[in-house]
């Protein structure tokens, strides 16, 4: 089966850094995902990992390791706008990119 | 670009009733899958369409179906809806051989 686990909530201060797990357990792996949510929005695209290490991208860097199934994405200079639900995903194998998901992490900035 | 269409964005249907929703990729992406998000499980993988063949399924009964068509638009149905439905379901578009899926607004079906 597939089993992919984060934090149902954190909460951060505005300018602070903030890191959100992911560990994941799943019978193939073709990448890990990160998305992000707003309440009410569609979920977009944050990063795409597929070997290890820290990929950085702006304000936001995502790492893997494979080993341990082991993912986590860090949010430097947090500002009000990045409250929101970040989604773990793993990409499962089979010729397919289809990711499957984690429950999400409700990130609660206050000033 | 247009990103991902999905229409309705909103519907209302009673027990019982059947629900088809649409949902057109982003142009030149050929695979089309869909989820079904709700507060309680998150967003749960229903099937993958790619080439208007059903490619990948998730764990949904059989009242959850779909197609794709050859301008690879897709549509789900839902066929005797139950309370335990309501929720948003999200379609989302990728490139075969890329990682990162577009997603739509989704359609927020309520059943009553």
């Known amino acids: 089966g597939q089993n992919i686990d984060q934090p149902t909530e954190m909460t951060a201060t505005e300018g602070a850094i903030v890191q959100i797990n992911c560990t994941y357990q799943t019978s193939g792996f073709n990448g890990l995902f990160w998305y992000q949510q707003h309440a009410g929005e569609a979920p977009t695209f944050l990063s795409y990992?597929?070997?290890?290490g820290l990929e950085e991208k702006g304000r936001f860097s995502s790492f893997l390791s494979r080993s341990k199934g082991y993912s986590y994405l860090l949010l430097k200079e947090l500002q009000m706008k990045d409250s929101a639900s970040y989604l773990c995903a793993v990409g499962l194998s089979g010729g397919s990119y289809i990711p499957t998901f984690g429950r999400g992490t409700s990130l609660i900035v206050h000033p | 670009k247009a990103g991902v269409t999905q229409t309705p964005r909103y519907l209302i249907k009673t027990r019982g009733q059947q629900v088809t929703l649409s949902c057109s990729p982003i142009s030149g992406h050929r695979s089309v899958s869909w989820y079904q998000q709700t507060p309680g499980q998150g967003l749960q993988f229903l099937f993958e369409y790619f080439s208007e063949t059903q490619r990948n399924k998730g764990n949904f009964p059989g009242r959850f179906s779909g197609r794709q068509f050859s301008n690879s638009r897709s549509e789900m149905n839902v066929s005797t809806l139950e309370l335990g439905d309501s929720a948003l379901y999200l379609c989302?578009?990728?490139?075969?051989?890329?990682?990162?899926?577009?997603f739509g607004q989704g359609t927020r079906l309520t059943v009553v």
């Open positions: 989302a578009s990728s490139l075969p051989t890329a990682g990162e899926a577009f």
């Open positions: 990992n597929v070997l290890d």
